[in-house]
């Protein structure tokens, strides 16, 4: 393994630039090499013609573009496509292409499994095997067939972002770099359950939308669901989140998953105002998927309308958010590559 080219996909311009100067190329030729592979997105170095064939040869000793399509599509009734990729070590990651009407979104993974073993989460019960690399992350995006309709990115895929930030912030390097995929910020959002230190260092290095997973605002009930706030409370995380502006570039939601008669009564509407009173944020109100082995139940539409109507009406915006993918386990909180991950290693 010890002759394996690296990939130059995932590379901020910074790295390209080392690589660049390492291999005695012009400076020039590191936004030459990204253009070809965020602009142009090429496959190969070959296909690189505005470098010299000496600058295209020394490359090619040493890396490839590294671009690997997906192993697998199920397509659901709704449009949803959810691609299955193995990584260069053995692992399955899951990525969710989300088409409607004139929007498209790909909710791209973060890690193999996670650490934070949310209550309601099949990527939680899977366990944590590894941090992907900004490649692995890049390389969702570039190598599926609907990368050209793409309108917005949601890290809302396997893994807690803010667990393995380094790696997601050079993939926003790329996606909102002038060098790489040029998009505005505002049209990518990471989530998490509440890594406060992460969330910190998120806030002050990217300009992209921020979306906090909530599900309880009473703490005591909220650890059960979710272990992550044992060490990350909500409460310290909201009075961090009120020293940031989010009025202007930045949005801030928070998601809530309801479950029936768990937390879906007018108490909590009225627990979440007065948690979030005085953060420009929405609400974004997701039903609960079914998943094994959990006895929890989705409320009904009336309940989550009703709840959606008490939070609008008292000031703290708030949508309902459409189910997709859910006959191919794509649907939020559905994504696993347990059952993958166990054959492959048979």
Known sequence: MGNTKEPLLGKTLLELQMISQQLGMPRFAAKQIASWLYEKKVSSIDEMTNLSLKARAALSEKYVVGASEPVEAQRSSDGTVKYLFRTEDNNFIETVYIPDEDRATLCVSSQVGCKMNC????????GYAA?????QII???????????????????????????DNVLKALDILTGSYGYQWSPKRITVSSVGLKKG????????DCHLA????????????????????YSIVDLIELLKTHDFSHQRRLSFEYIMFKGLNDS????????????????????????????????????????????????????????????????AACGMLSTAEKQKHNNQ
Do not use: W
């Open 212 to 231: 906090i997973s909530l599900h309880s605002p009473f703490p005591a009930q909220r650890r059960e669901l979710m272990p992550a706030e044992k060490a």
């Open 199 to 206: 969330i910190e260092r998120f806030l002050n290095e990217s």
């Open 131 to 135: 941090n992907l690399t900004a490649h």
């Open 139 to 165: 390389n969702q995006i570039f190598s599926i067939p609907e990368r050209d309709k793409l309108t917005n990115i949601v890290f809302m895929g396997m893994g807690e972002p803010m667990d393995n930030l």
């Open 266 to 329: 007018l108490a909590y509407a009225k627990e979440l105002i007065r948690l979030l009173h005085g953060l420009e944020c929405r609400i974004n109100l997701i039903r609960f998927h079914a998943i094994p082995n959990v006895p929890l139940e989705g409320s009904d539409m009336n309940t989550m309308i009703s709840f959606r109507d008490y939070l609008t009406n008292h000031g703290v915006f708030s949508t309902i958010r459409a189910s997709r993918g859910e006959d191919i386990f």
């Open 119 to 126: 209550l309601f989460c099949m990527t939680g019960k899977q």
